[in-house]
């Protein structure tokens, strides 16, 4: 059983910075290709951030540069560091996972809510 807890959200004023955080358990899932993604009201989940098996992480156009994604394997922990934070940054953001570094997402954490203010 594979399980994912976000944690990091909140409240932020336009500019700053947050960091979120998805620790990982279980097993049947790759961990080096695990990815943020985020869903806004009205609007559809979206990727946001990937870890990719070879080569450089995935970013959305509108947070490279500003966002970085990161693992730490000794900790079965993600991050997803965010900064010059933009209202329109403001979703619930997901963890997510694969079943191998090629598969489709199909395990997701239950979300953690990231709201900026102007």
């Known amino acids: 059983q594979v399980q994912l807890v976000e944690s990091g959200g909140g409240l932020v004023q336009a500019g700053g910075s947050l960091r979120l955080s998805c620790i990982a358990s279980?097993?049947?899932?790759?961990?080096?290709?695990m990815g943020w993604y985020r869903q806004a009201p009205g609007n559809q989940r979206e990727l946001v951030a990937a870890?990719?098996?070879?080569?450089?992480?995935n970013y959305a156009d509108s947070v490279k540069g500003r966002f970085t994604i990161s693992t730490d394997n000794a900790k079965n922990t993600v991050y997803l560091q965010m900064n010059s934070l933009k209202p329109e940054d403001t979703a619930v953001y997901y963890c997510?996972?694969?079943?191998?570094?090629?598969?489709?997402?199909?395990?997701w954490g239950q979300g953690t809510q990231v709201t900026v203010s102007s």
């Open positions: 870890l990719t098996i070879p080569g450089s992480p």
């Open positions: 279980g097993s049947g899932f790759s961990r080096n290709t």
């Open positions: 997510a996972a694969r079943r191998n570094w090629a598969g489709a997402y199909v395990y």
